[in-house]
């Protein structure tokens, strides 16, 4: 039976321990792949999301998401749905057209201003975040991570980084040592988040 993790699969890998079940395949790309994601900072797969914010009068409202957002699938202000034509979003804020009909009671309305309006979670994001592929350099990481843990003698470690479990993040490491493997890390470096947002995931 094939395990299949989020960026690899057993299958990617070539050294499993002859004794090595699915139990044991599993385990390592989970702790794998849970290695990048907190290296980086990041997740690189779609993931749905709802959320319950709070209005802040205003025409944008940041979402407050660790993730980049990349698609709103529904907004709802004070339990109505919004029509989609109502809004507009990018990767971490939802925006309100100014020229949404002003009669609409959900919306706060001051001047020529379409406001959310204020309350305490009163606005519903649904919609998915993350990255719309897994790209090829935290594929090639993950594989790496894997075959490392199966045999520590196939790559580079760092000199001065004292190897330990990856299901272990408790570690001090070097701002320059991300996993403790130099060939993982070489993939890795372009896709670490340089500022992430704090909010809810």
């Not at 499993?16 to 849970?34: F, G, H, L």
């Not at 779609?46 to 993730?67: A, C, H, Q, R, V």
Request: with cysteine.
């Amino acid at each position: 039976m094939a395990y299949q993790g989020r960026y690899i699969s057993d299958s990617d890998v070539d050294n499993w321990p002859s004794d090595a079940d699915d139990d044991y395949k599993q385990a390592v790309i989970t702790r794998v792949e849970r290695l990048i994601e907190n290296v980086c900072n990041d997740i690189f797969y779609e993931n749905p999301f709802e959320i319950k914010i709070s209005g802040n009068g205003k025409s944008w409202i940041n979402l407050g998401l660790k993730y980049n957002v990349l698609l709103v699938n529904e907004v709802k202000v004070w339990g109505s749905v919004l029509s989609k034509d109502l809004y507009s979003y990018n990767s971490y804020a939802l925006y309100l057209n100014q020229e949404t009909d002003r009669a609409d009671l959900a919306f706060t309305i001051i001047g020529d201003e379409v406001l959310f309006p204020r309350g305490r979670y009163n606005i519903e994001v649904a919609g998915t975040y993350g990255k719309l592929e897994t790209p090829y350099g935290v594929m090639e990481a993950a594989k790496i991570l894997a075959r490392a843990e199966n045999d520590s003698t196939l790559y580079t470690q760092y000199s001065d980084f004292q190897q330990l479990k990856l299901g272990d993040y408790s570690f001090k490491r070097d701002k320059k040592v991300l996993t403790g493997i130099v060939e993982a890390d070489r993939w890795l470096r372009p896709y670490i988040r340089k500022k992430t947002k704090m909010g809810a995931v």
